[in-house]
């Protein structure tokens, strides 16, 4: 034992890393514990799933990450509760004690009480979620190839997604790239090109936290490259063979889940006061009512911003609640005062719409079309972890602007399948 204060951060995605990065010249032993070995970089995961990269392009071993900081300690362990009144996380394995508590569990997919329709809609969170969804829609394809019969096969080739935020348009426009480009040339008995592309927001526009031209401008560019774009429609039933809506039924091969989240049981542990999304509710420094101690950062917190509005669930947030909370847990421990409260700076919003099309809200900056993209994709391998995964996603990108291609079209055996095959 060091003497040193403990510090347990629950959770490595974009908040816990950076709250660990920022102690790794305090007087602290820091444990980090999540249930994956690996951090994966979310705003990308979109394109595991559509085959344009593989999951090592976008993940990497949180222990290497924080191999060079030497107060830092990785466990692979899943948290079952937290003891705020004896300040100790309990585990699978076991308990551990903290003085400070920093939970950056992040959220999940929300089915607005419909949590069984997750088997046949599955949503884009973690690396299984990209290499699932990109096992559907692959295999849709190939199914359909051997298809004799014409309604299923049609049924086959029709994609859905449900939502019309950054993701359900990103997975939109990929799906569409697939279909229109990748495989056009790879099949005999279909035509790839005739795939179906729905794409189901049950507000008024598509990117809602988007100025209205630049939503606008996603429509007819989703429209162009053959997405079926329906506004103001409800999704009241998922199942095996598509979605029913209020108005109708649309049967489909593969349906995506993109229209909402939930936080992560931070509430439930800690017997907190949260949101309707289940966000607890933090103090203006992070911290939990009551518990100067233990804070919550990213998706998991609901934090107001200076004008009082909810700050947004993405990862530039919840790396700017990371550093907040690394900093002030540094000064406590050092015994110097701290009471600025958190302020967050929004630094603009992205969204790409297939392979040369982005809209992108950079303060008062409006980009769109194919600078819109560059500039997409320059932030995105900016923020890549690792000069490798940098210069291999670029390469990649580039390669499959230039050739139409995407070198990830591997369909391998799903979790649990009893298989041999792996994941590539």
């Known amino acids: 034992m060091t003497g040193n204060a403990r510090v347990v951060i629950v959770g490595a995605g974009f908040g816990g890393l950076e709250c660990a990065k920022a102690l790794r010249r305090a007087q602290v032993d820091v444990t980090v514990i999540d249930r994956e070995n690996h951090h994966c ?19 990497w071993p949180i222990r290497h990450i924080l191999r060079p900081q030497r107060n830092a300690t990785v466990l692979m362990e899943e948290v079952r509760d937290v003891d705020p009144e004896r300040k100790c996380v309990q585990t699978q394995f076991g308990e551990i004690p903290y003085d400070y508590l ?8 929300s089915y607005f009480g419909h949590d069984d329709w997750s088997r046949f809609a599955p949503g884009l969170k973690r690396i299984e979620d990209g290499t699932r969804i990109r096992r559907s829609i692959l295999i849709a394809f190939e199914r359909a190839e051997v298809m004799t019969d014409e309604d299923q096969r049609r049924r086959l080739l029709t994609f859905v997604i449900v939502g019309g935020g950054a993701t359900g348009v990103e997975m939109a426009g ?19 090109r005739s795939a179906r592309i729905i794409l189901i927001e049950a507000g008024p526009r598509l990117l809602p936290t988007f100025p209205a031209g630049l939503s606008d401008y996603a429509l007819k560019t989703l429209t162009r490259v053959g997405v079926e774009v329906r506004t103001e429609t409800l999704v009241t039933k998922c199942d095996a063979d598509g979605v029913d809506l209020k108005d109708g039924r649309i049967d489909a091969g593969t349906v995506i889940w993109a229209a909402g989240v ?10 907190a006061e949260g949101d309707r999304a289940g966000r607890v509710k933090v103090n203006s420094d992070l911290s939990l009512p009551g518990h100067p101690e233990i804070f919550v950062v990213g998706d998991t917190a609901a934090v107001t911003d200076k004008n009082g509005h909810p700050v947004p669930g993405i990862a530039p947030a919840a790396k700017q609640m990371g550093t907040y909370v690394g900093k002030l847990i540094s000064a406590r421990v050092a015994g110097r005062e701290w ?20 809209v992108v809200k950079f303060g008062p900056l409006e980009l769109k079309g194919f600078i819109g993209w ?45 298989g041999t095959g792996r994941d590539a």
Not at 174 to 192: G, H, M, N, S, Y
Not at 262 to 271: C, F, H, K, Q
């Open 102 to 109: 920093v939970i950056a569990t992040g959220s999940t997919h």
């Open 262 to 271: 939930t936080a992560s049981p931070a509430m439930r542990w800690l017997n």
């Open 374 to 418: 560059v500039f997409w994709s320059v932030a995105h391998i900016y923020f890549l972890i690792g000069l490798r995964n940098r210069f291999v996603v670029a390469f990649n990108w580039f390669w499959d602007y230039v050739t139409f291609q995407r070198g990830a079209r591997l369909i391998t055996d799903p979790p649990n399948s009893g």
């Open 174 to 192: 990929a799906i569409a790239d697939v279909a229109r480009q990748t495989l056009a040339a790879d099949f005999r008995r279909i035509d790839p």
């Open 41 to 59: 970089f979310q705003p990308l995961l979109y394109q595991v799933a559509t085959a344009a990269l593989s999951p090592a392009d976008i993940a």
């Open 339 to 358: 009471n600025k409260p958190f302020k967050y700076m929004h630094l603009g919003d992205l969204a790409t719409i297939g392979r040369r099309a982005a």
